[in-house]
Nanobody, 124 residues
């Protein structure tokens, strides 16, 4: 089992940047694919980005492609989401998740473990 703790959220103006981190417990972090999802008020939780266990494969939602970058450091048991050119529509609670089922899954059911989320608010 793995526990996930997100950090790095906050309030930023449109056009700004934030870097989210997700620290994982346990010794098997490098065997998990990792993903980031987000949930805006009144909306379903949606896929943002995913990265394979080795970091060799990544996948992004069209809405963030070219603006967000997912990366991981297996030595630090941490996955990151660098978010640039943030827009008000990026406002949401951001969740990291770990998967034993897939390399770069885009569906919630493909992920086994979830963090508690971190709030990102982008003002216009």
């Amino acid at each position: 089992q793995v526990q996930l703790v997100e950090s790095g959220g906050g309030l930023v103006q449109a056009g700004g940047s934030l870097r989210l981190s997700c620290a994982a417990s346990g010794r098997t972090f490098s065997s998990y694919a990792m993903g980031w999802f987000r949930q805006a008020p009144g909306k379903e939780r949606e896929f943002v980005a995913a990265i394979s266990w080795s970091g060799g494969s990544t996948y992004y939602a069209d809405s963030v492609k070219g603006r967000f970058t997912i990366s991981r450091d297996n030595a630090k048991n941490t996955v990151y989401l660098q978010m640039n050119s943030l827009q008000p529509e990026d406002t949401a609670v951001y969740y990291c998740a770990a998967s034993t089922q897939t390399a770069t899954g885009t569906e919630r059911y493909e992920y086994d473990y979830w963090g508690q989320g971190t709030q990102v608010t982008v003002s216009s």
